[in-house]
């Protein structure tokens, strides 16, 4: 028979949390940071830029701006 590999992550020190689970986490809660928001003069920015037209989440995001007749 062969001994089990060792594992990466040592078990925990001290005896497990009351009820035998996982303890509940300490501390404020975890709040997911707020998505992208474009600055306000982000749809001005295409007043300027000429001949390309684009707003500054398209000149960061590489894009270009296409027009095509109707």
Do not use: E, I, R
Not at 7 to 15: K, Q, V
Not at 16 to 26: C, N, Q, T, Y
Request: hydrophobic share 35%.
């Amino acid at each position: 028979m062969t001994q089990p590999a060792p594992s990466a992550f040592p078990p925990p020190a001290g005896p497990p949390p009351a009820g035998g689970g996982f303890a509940p986490p300490s501390g404020p809660p975890y709040v997911p940071p707020a998505q992208y928001t474009p600055p306000p003069y982000d749809g001005f920015w295409q007043l300027w830029d000429k001949p390309w037209q684009q707003c500054l989440h398209d000149k960061f995001a590489g894009t270009v701006v296409v027009k095509v007749a109707p």
